[in-house]
């Protein structure tokens, strides 16, 4: 069945840190990626999405490519700020959507 | 445009009660979605609906009952709470499947004693 597998947290950064969050997954057909956040006490909120191969999705400073050859939909931002801190989460739909577990980011001053 | 809503925002129930979770959505959107999640877990789906009068079982449907009469709605049932149903639960809702997205409301966090 589909999965997705992402880097286990916490992950503590600080301010202007480079970012990566580790995204991989398993899917019998061709399937969409996302990237959603969850800030504090509330629901999911789109980040960013990417719906075929070699696709690169981005928005707000933050990037994911779609890369079939491996698998994978890494979320990357270059320069991270104290409001990043939130918990993402890489999912994917296909005949079904599934949520990695989700990874706690906290940026300090 | 008030986007997907979800009522009770906290609630605690003892085993054996039963509850509906409330949720609505404005958008016009004919998939509708209920997810638990649990901590340190990412979202499960518990079950869905592609439209009015139409819904399916999720991955974790054990213990919930659904109904979608009307394209805004659809709430979801509890029977008989058990403490392993103590989750903080999702709707969401999408114009369609696929690369669509998903919107969801703030959820309701649910102890059950």
Redesign the interface.
Known sequence: GNSVTQMEGPVTLSEEAFLTINCTYTATGYPSLFWYVQYPGEGLQLLLKATKADDKGSNKGFEATYRKETTSFHLEKGSVQVSDSAVYFCALVDNDMRFGAGTRLTVKP | NAG?TQTPKFRILKIGQSMTLQCAQDMNHNYM?W?RQDP??????IYYSVGAGITDK??VPNGYNVSRSTTEDFPLRLELAAPSQTSVY?C?SSSG???????????TRLLVL
Do not use: H, N, W
């Not at chain 2, 340190?40 to 789906?45: H, I, N, T, V």
């Not at chain 2, 499947?97 to 959820?107: L, N």
């Open positions: 997907v979605y997810y340190g877990m990412g979202l499960k789906l999720g991955e999702f969401a499947t696929s690369g669509e997205t998903q919107y969801f409301g703030p959820g």
